[in-house]
């Protein structure tokens, strides 16, 4: 029988450098999209692909995000006491959505080295790995499209989108043999390359579904640009010695790690709610006609 991916890796201990100074004492992962922490958008995605234990890669100062995953007695009596139900089933929730394990990354020595720190957790079965600040929207989850692809292949999986030339010097990068219109066999993966010596315009932007091969990979993997453990040249190591594909998921994505990402992410998301739409619209105008002056 194959084996079912059951658990998410999250690495979330960067220090969010690009976001300071709102990242100084808050962890990045925390900052809502609306009033959503943009982690919780990351762990539902992971919970609506089947996934029932997700494993966060945190670090100091960001205990703020396994509190999140868990009861908040005194905050939910209180909502309970004043007759709120509904916020207080909503706080009870996040405690229920999945088992959270959290592990410290003492250091932040690159994404590679964070995946590494789940190894204890994961063992010897495939995992998910789903970035802090990678926002995927989609009516399928970009997860649960990536292990669909890992249950029919029983291959790692990359997931890739088309960036501009001029922005591959922001991502890993996809080289490789098309299998159809939206699978690749993978045979070389480069960290921010140049775009003149890109292998491609495919990018990955944070998804990801491993076999636990990976970790060896890893632990093999000497630190790469900017002195950091890049799981790029780790997963490099991986196509090499097995099988490693890449597909072209449905559905949009936003780096909310970069300002200009995150109010993107920000006025989609809000536009889309029914709550919110018109007076969103309302105040775009207000603020267009006032630069108009
Ligand atoms: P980023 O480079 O986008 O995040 O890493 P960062 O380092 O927090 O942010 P900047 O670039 O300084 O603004 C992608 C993801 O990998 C995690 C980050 O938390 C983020 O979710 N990460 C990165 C780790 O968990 N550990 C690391 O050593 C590096």
Request: proline content about 6%; hydrophobic content about 40%.
């Amino acid at each position: 029988m194959k084996n079912i991916v059951r658990t998410a890796v999250i690495p979330a201990a960067g220090l969010g450098t690009r976001f300071l100074p709102a990242t100084k004492s808050i962890p990045k992962e925390m900052i809502p999209i609306v009033d959503v922490p943009m982690i919780q958008h990351i762990v539902e995605e992971a919970a609506r692909s089947g996934v029932t234990r997700v494993v966060l890669i945190t670090a100091r100062h960001k205990e703020a995000i396994e509190n999140h995953f868990d009861f908040n007695p005194e905050l939910e009596a209180f909502l309970d006491d004043k007759g709120k139900k509904e916020l207080a089933e909503l706080s009870r929730s996040l405690g229920r959505l999945c088992q959270v394990i959290a592990i410290r990354q003492k250091n932040p020595m690159g994404l590679g080295h964070a995946v590494l720190c789940a190894e204890p957790a994961v063992g010897s079965e495939p995992f998910a790995v789903l970035l802090g600040d990678d926002l995927i929207d989609s009516d399928v989850p970009c997860t649960q499209q990536l292990m669909d692809i890992y249950q029919r292949e029983s291959a790692s999986v990359v997931g890739v989108m088309q960036v501009p030339p001029s922005e591959v010097n922001k991502y890993g990068i996809i080289g490789g043999k098309p299998i159809n219109t939206k699978t690749w066999h993978v045979q070389q993966l480069v960290e921010k390359p140049a775009p003149e010596s890109s292998p491609s315009c495919w990018a990955i932007p944070g998804r990801y579904v491993l076999e636990p091969q990976v970790f060896d990979c890893i632990k093999r993997t000497k630190p790469g640009r900017g002195g950091e453990i890049q799981l790029t040249d780790a997963l490099q190591l991986l196509a090499q010695e097995r099988r490693l594909l890449a597909y072209a998921f449905d559905g949009v994505r936003y780096d909310t790690g970069d300002r200009l990402g995150f109010i993107d992410a920000t006025l989609a998301f809000a536009l889309k709610r029914s709550d919110l739409r018109s007076g969103v619209v309302v105040l775009l105008q207000k603020h267009l006609n006032k630069n108009r002056n």
